[in-house]
Structures are given as structure tokens and as C-alpha cells.
């Protein structure tokens, strides 16, 4: 294949680097000739994983990295030190245009600095959020922010909604994506000053299919696609949702093994359930892309394996294909806001 999508993965980032990355990577080209992984870190250890693998060879680069960014360092600090870092020169991949996207399970604080400082923003965005996919009853919604930017204002919420409804749209395929706050109650007089302030902003807002206050009990049964909040309760509704997912799933194990009869059942049951944990299995959508960036970065867990290092290349054929960062751009200029009447 002549032109690949072509994705910088950290092989250092993580707390299972770089066998899990390298897996992931391998597993990524193996299922797709779209894409092409740059793997960026220890050249001795990353070959020496790769070693193990069967691939494509095409399709797999190691680009040497002596540093590493530990995730207690201090992000700033990190990332204008460590310039041969693993995180440092992946991110400059894509600044460099080498890259399409970038990945990592490293340092989300030396990932978000570096995506702002390192990438850039797109001109008129104010605040790139995270934006992981939650499933749902119905499919998944995309959390907006999920850790990026703690002290949001109304303003950037309103783009957030923006950006989410485009991420929908055209990556998900979700024709005009249903928008809503999160909130402690429906009533539009609910919340506190932040959300009271951003609700009738969202509802004059032409551009967004808003529907109003969503309060997190609703955010499981597909409510909204497109779910709005700033990353302080953004970050505990995701944190909630994986502890509680956990839990349910540690649980209904427990149950079928209690005696011979639930063992039988479980037996018979197993093909159905498997399938039915598997959509509400994180993993399964890969990582948070930080929207209104000039290119594409994704954070994953930091106890991420393989396959959601997987998926999370592979999320990245599709939001390069759809030029997810050319519509957040012309969305922008719409607006008024890159042309400066706004």
C-alpha cells in the first residue's frame, strides 16, 4: 500500500511498556494495511519484543528514544528536559507532519502539555478536552472533558459540544448526535454556577442537537451521545464507571461459581454473556482523543494491554480519514472565531 495512516505510538509510556504497546502495535498492523506504527523508545527493547511478533514488516518503524517520562514527574519540566524522550519525540512525529496521530499509555500530564505546547492547538480553540467513548445501553456516548481542563468556563463547555457533536457525527456515524449537560437534575434551574450558566448557552446554540440536563444515572442507557462536563466530574464519571464495571463483573463470576447447579448454568449461559460484558468493556473503544489539536493525539489507560493499544491505532485510521481536525477548523470558522469576528 502507497500511503498509510500513519500513527506514533510511545513504547515506553505505560505501566506495562513496552511488551503490551509493542503487542498492541503488532496486533493493530496485523488486522488493518491502513496503518503504518512508528514505535518510538528503546530500540534494544522494542526490537527485542518485536522480535517475538509475525507482521508485516512495512508497517512497523522503531524510531530510537533514549529518555523515558515517568508519570510522577512534573509535566512542564518533563517535556522541555527530557527532549529524547519516548512521549517527547512521538509527539514531534506529528507535529513534523510525519504522523498522522499519536498514542500513548504514558504520563496523561506530560501527554495533555505536550499536545497543547508540542502539537498545537487549532487557532480559536481555548481548551482541547478529553474525549473517551462510554458504552452504553444503546452503543457508546463520548465523554467531554474527561481530564483535561478542571476550571472550564461556559465558553469552553459550548465548544466542547461542538467538537463532540462533529467526533459523533463523523467517526461514530451518528447523524445530528444528541447533546447533553451533565447535571444533578432535568430542570434547567438545577446545577451549579458553571452549568446554570453554560445551559442556555447550549440551548441557543444553533450548531448542537442540545436536549438538555443529563443526570449520571441516564449516561448508561445512551441518554446523550454527546455528554458535557468539565473533567473534575468528567473524570469521576469514568472512574466510577470502570470501578462499578469491575465490580458487576468480579460479582456475576463469583455467583455462577457458588455451587454445581449455577456452575451448570454458567456453562450454558457463558456464549451470551461473554458478548454482552464484551460491549461494556472499555477496552473495546481505545483511548481518549483530545480534541482541536492540529493533529491527532490519544491517551489510553496506563495499565492498558494490547488490545486497547489496538484499538486505539485503529481509532485513528478513522478520525484521519474523516479529517476530523479540518471540520473542528471549519466548524471554528463558522463561528466567526479563527477569522477574528469573534
Known amino acids: 500500500m502507497s500511503e498509510y495512516i500513519k500513527v506514533a505510538v510511545d513504547a515506553m509510556g505505560g505501566d506495562n511498556a513496552p511488551q503490551e504497546i509493542v503487542k498492541g502495535a503488532v496486533e493493530a498492523v496485523n488486522e488493518s494495511s491502513k496503518v503504518k506504527v512508528y514505535l518510538v523508545g528503546m530500540k534494544e527493547a522494542v526490537e527485542r519484543e518485536l522480535a517475538g511478533h509475525t ?31 519516548s512521549l517527547v519525540k512521538a509527539l514531534n512525529l506529528v507535529k513534523d507532519g510525519i504522523c498522522d496521530a499519536y498514542v500513548s499509555a504514558g504520563s496523561t500530564g506530560a501527554t495533555l502539555v505536550g499536545g497543547q505546547v508540542i502539537v498545537g492547538r487549532i487557532k480559536g480553540v481555548e481548551r482541547p478536552p478529553l474525549a473517551p467513548l462510554i458504552p452504553t445501553a444503546t452503543g457508546c456516548s463520548l465523554l467531554i472533558d474527561c481530564g483535561a481542563n478542571v476550571d472550564a468556563r461556559p465558553s469552553h463547555l459550548v465548544q466542547f459540544a461542538k467538537m463532540g457533536s462533529v467526533y459523533m457525527e463523523h467517526v ?52 446523550a451521545d454527546v455528554v458535557v ?32 447447579r449455577s456452575k451448570i448454568g454458567a456453562l450454558l449461559v457463558k456464549p451470551a454473556l461473554k458478548q454482552t460484558l464484551k460491549a461494556f468493556d472499555l477496552e473495546q473503544y481505545g483511548g481518549a482523543p483530545m480534541l482541536g489539536l492540529k493533529g491527532l493525539v490519544v491517551k489510553t489507560h496506563g495499565s492498558s494491554k494490547s488490545i486497547e493499544i489496538k ?32
Open 55 to 85: 507482521y508485516p514488516k512495512e508497517q512497523i518503524e522503531v524510531v530510537p528514544a533514549s529518555e523515558i517520562i515517568e508519570t510522577a514527574e512534573p509535566p512542564v519540566m518533563a517535556i522541555r528536559k527530557k527532549k529524547d524522550s
Open 172 to 223: 461514530m456515524g451518528i447523524k445530528n448526535p444528541k447533546v447533553g449537560i451533565v447535571n444533578i437534575g432535568a430542570e434547567e434551574e438545577k446545577g451549579n454556577a458553571l452549568v446554570k450558566e453554560t445551559f442556555p448557552l447550549l440551548k441557543n446554540c444553533p450548531d448542537i442537537n442540545f436536549i438538555g440536563s443529563v443526570e449520571a444515572r441516564d449516561i448508561p442507557a445512551g441518554a
Open 229 to 260: 462536563c468539565e473533567a473534575f466530574v468528567g473524570n469521576v464519571i469514568l472512574k466510577t464507571y470502570e470501578g462499578v464495571g469491575a465490580t458487576l463483573i468480579s460479582k456475576v463470576k463469583e455467583g455462577m461459581m457458588t455451587n454445581l
Open 311 to 342: 484499538n486505539s491505532i485503529l481509532q485513528c485510521i478513522t478520525f484521519t480519514e474523516q479529517k476530523i481536525s479540518e471540520k473542528i477548523r471549519q466548524m471554528l470558522q463558522t463561528d466567526g472565531i479563527v477569522s477574528g469576528e469573534k
